[in-house]
């Protein structure tokens, strides 16, 4: 079955990169890795995005339109997900290694970027923030729509009240192998409800579905078991650059409770950011505020000046 490509017009038509390259992890995972605007402009400060799951480099498009103008913009798709090869090896030291990998073949030495991942991008920077790697380019953080740990037992998508029947129920629904299919009026529907916002716009729903359906069903289930079993709380503690938090007061996937745990556990939290009537796709349901956000932690705590480079694709 061929899987869904993204939208091919409108804001969140993924815009064409200026280069590509392959970072390359430390289990030897390949790594698709999209440059946007200036990226040969030292005086131009960089930003780095990191998709959730079953999401891909497209999930940011409205950021990177707005941001590439000015910035250097680093986008990745996490393994298995878009353009970026399956691994057997699946785990949040995983994605440490591999976002590690982007900010060494991307960044200059030395080199500091605001740092922005959504739900499992989010979980991405939790796992790396102990890292040498991550510590050495990470200026600022924006966590959207994210969280720690008790991600299956705190979740909404299941309308019960809390308790074992609606943890194990949001377990399998969250965990099913059961193939998404092509999308259609109904598939947009469910989506909807369990991601996003009532208000959501046709064309939002339009293109995180396109987006959600074009991840392998066995990606999808692998990445699902290591989010169902999920404990950064340690990372939370050892993300100690300027923090800044995000999240749809109408989110399903990773409440506005939990957010508010986790931005309490912050050592340098700069705040939360309720979003009224948004859910869990933050970035496409509430591009402006987002994009904003990314643009006031870049002003704030991005020194530009550095020597750029981005080394060969390996």
């Known amino acids: 079955m061929s899987r869904p490509l993204p939208v091919s017009s409108g804001a969140y038509a993924p815009p064409a990169p200026a280069r590509e390259l392959t970072a390359v992890s430390a289990d030897g995972a390949r790594l698709h890795v999209e440059l946007h605007g200036p990226v040969d402009d030292p005086d131009a400060p960089v930003v780095v995005l990191a998709h959730g799951w079953t999401c891909s480099t497209a999930f940011w498009a409205a950021q990177i339109r707005d941001l590439a103008v000015d910035h250097r913009v680093v986008a990745y798709d996490q393994r298995g997900h878009g353009r970026s090869p399956a691994n057997p090896v699946c785990g949040t030291d995983a994605l440490a290694d591999d976002l590690e990998a982007v900010l060494e073949a991307t960044l200059a030495p030395g080199e500091r970027a605001v740092i922005a991942g959504h739900s499992m991008g989010g979980m991405t920077v939790m796992a790396a923030s102990a890292r040498a790697g991550f510590r050495e380019h990470a200026a600022a953080v924006l966590l959207c729509s994210t969280g720690a740990s008790r991600l299956v037992a705190e979740s909404r998508v299941i309308p019960l009240r809390p308790g074992r029947l609606r943890t194990w129920l949001t377990r399998r629904l969250l965990g099913s192998r059961a193939p998404l299919g092509p999308v259609t009026p109904l598939a947009r529907r469910i989506l909807?409800?369990?991601?996003?916002?009532?208000?959501?716009?046709?064309?939002?729903?339009?293109?995180?579905?396109?987006?959600v359906h074009a991840c392998p069903r066995k990606v999808r289930y692998t990445w699902s078991e290591v989010l169902g079993l999920l404990d950064l709380d340690h990372g939370v503690r050892e993300l100690r650059v300027p923090t800044a938090v995000v999240v749809g007061s109408a989110d399903r996937l990773t409440p506005p409770a939990l957010t508010h745990a986790l931005a309490a556990a912050l050592p340098d939290c700069l705040g939360v950011t309720e979003l009224p009537g948004i859910g869990h796709m933050t970035p496409v349901e509430a591009p402006a505020p987002v994009t904003g956000k990314i643009r006031e932690l870049v002003t704030t705590y991005v020194h530009v000046g550095h020597v750029g480079h981005v080394k060969e694709d390996a």
């Open 192 to 211: 909807r409800y369990g991601t996003m916002g009532p208000g959501s716009a046709p064309e939002m729903v339009e293109a995180c579905a396109r987006i």
